[in-house]
């Protein structure tokens, strides 16, 4: 079992950054693949990020890539998305989710794990 703890969601202006957190529980963390996934307010919710195993391997959605960067930090159990060049668009509760797959996959319903979402506003 591994129990998910987002932080650092809040009210940016466009342009600006942020950079959530998430926590785990469990001794095996480094055992999990991590993912970001956000949902927009009437919208389905829809991956972000992700980081496999050893961070040696991650993959991002076509709309963030070179604006966010995931990462982790095994000796702290957490996961990292610093998010920079901030759009309105990324308005949305942004989810932590863990899978115990080695490589990171972009589908939903592979991971077994979510946090309850921490929200991020993005005003113009």
């Known amino acids: 079992q591994v129990q998910l703890v987002e932080s650092g969601g809040g009210l940016v202006q466009a342009g600006g950054s942020l950079r959530l957190s998430c926590a785990a529980s469990g001794r095996t963390f480094s055992r999990y693949t991590m993912a970001w996934f956000r949902q927009a307010a009437g919208k389905e919710r829809e991956f972000v990020a992700g980081?496999?195993?050893?961070?040696?391997?991650?993959v991002y959605a076509d709309s963030v890539k070179g604006r966010f960067t995931i990462s982790r930090d095994n000796t702290e159990n957490t996961v990292y998305l610093q998010m920079n060049s901030l759009k309105p668009e990324d308005t949305a509760v942004y989810y932590c989710?863990?899978?115990?797959?080695?490589?990171?996959?972009?589908?939903?319903?592979?991971?077994?794990?979510w946090g309850q979402g921490t929200q991020v506003t993005v005003s113009s």
């Open positions: 989710a863990a899978d115990r797959a080695v490589m990171p996959t972009t589908l939903r319903r592979s991971y077994d794990y």
């Open positions: 980081i496999g195993w050893s961070a040696g391997r991650t």
